[in-house]
């Protein structure tokens, strides 16, 4: 599994909420499997699960992502990065 960390600034979380939201179905597309909100007053850290990399990497470079980003209010550019899981443990 592959994790596309998505880590920004935004001017309302309600609002990118609702833009993060509306772009469900792209991820889906690119085949994401789920993911997390985490949130600090106005940063947002989205954590975009996919299959593979190569897969998190297609959604990445979707040149309407960055459309529905400042559509959605993100300040400034996203720190984006891919993680592969090494190890998981639920308790």
């Known amino acids: 599994m592959t994790t596309l960390a998505v880590r920004h600034t935004v001017q309302d979380f309600t609002t990118w909420k609702a833009g993060f939201d509306g772009h469900d179905q792209a991820r889906r597309s690119h085949g994401s499997t789920g993911y997390r909100v985490l949130q600090d007053g106005n940063s947002v850290l989205a954590l975009i699960e996919f299959p593979d990399a190569a897969a998190a990497q ?8 960055g459309e529905v980003m400042a559509s959605a209010g993100v300040i400034g550019a996203p720190d984006i990065s891919t993680w592969s ?3 998981r443990e639920m308790y």
């Open 85 to 87: 899981e090494a190890s």
């Open 58 to 65: 297609a959604f990445q470079t979707d040149p309407k992502l």
